[in-house]
């Protein structure tokens, strides 16, 4: 390329403090903040303005809280850091960007591959929509493949961002970002299950197989032949549950997309995955945003259609 383009810009606007020694109180700062979220994520989207370019666009107004005190106070006495603030803020624009786009999704509680993933994800379909910038579907090309079918794609940078903004380190989430010559891949979900199984989860699925038996010949010469019989799985082998929510939702989709209904109904009835109140809240999201005619979006569907089968 032999222009330069500008792909984005950040604009930062200091005012005097009006009060310099005036000391908030925290519980009025928690109060305020995700009425001020509020206010400015709708706004964005109708800009345009989605993904990782969202999330930052939100500092601004967050930081304005925070810093029109020259110190923020527990009811202990005990100054609040900026550190500690900005966990809050991260958790408020998540929740705020979730909501945004189904409304009713809490983020609380998830861990940062759930928040990382949601936010991927939105900013994937904003891209698709033309409605943002550096998203691509993998294998969504012309060679007929299904949208997502090797993961989803975003130039690193806008990951990046993504992940910045989170708090969240790509390079510590090799289980499910592929980071490869300017790109950051989400990995599918069926090259999660090495990570997400055992080797003792794995076995053979209901069927037929040919195994080669010794025989003999009618001159009585020994001979290997193939013979058919039939293999069942082991009823009592299931998997152990994922460390996180994610984790346990790309679990239970596996499950389900490998044809392994009692399986799957252990694993949420009796380990009692299906019990947490996180696991269906990050699920719903989770199907709205994964693209229609992959396999995530076929296997998600079908979990959450065992909800109420299962009395869950």
Known sequence: MNSAVLASSIHLVCRPRQNPDRVGEWRDVLHELPGRIHEWMP???EENIVGADAIFSCLGPAMEIFSRYSSVEKASGEQVTLGEYMEYVWAAVTNEALDTIFAGADATGFEEDARLTAMWLWTLSASANGNGNGGTQADASASNKAPGAGGFALEYDAARKIAQGLEVHLESLPHLVEI?????????????KQYLFSKDDTFAPIGSKKEKTKQTTLSGEPT???EETDIERDPKIHPAAGMTVLDRIHQAMLLFGDGRSDALKRFLVEDGVGQDTRFWRLAEPLHKLYPGGTSEKRWIEGVLARKKGLGL
Do not use: I, N, Q
């Open 180 to 192: 490869e010559k300017g790109k950051a891949r989400l990995l599918p979900v069926e090259e999660r």
């Open 43 to 45: 706004h964005l989207v």
């Open 224 to 226: 290997d032949a193939e």
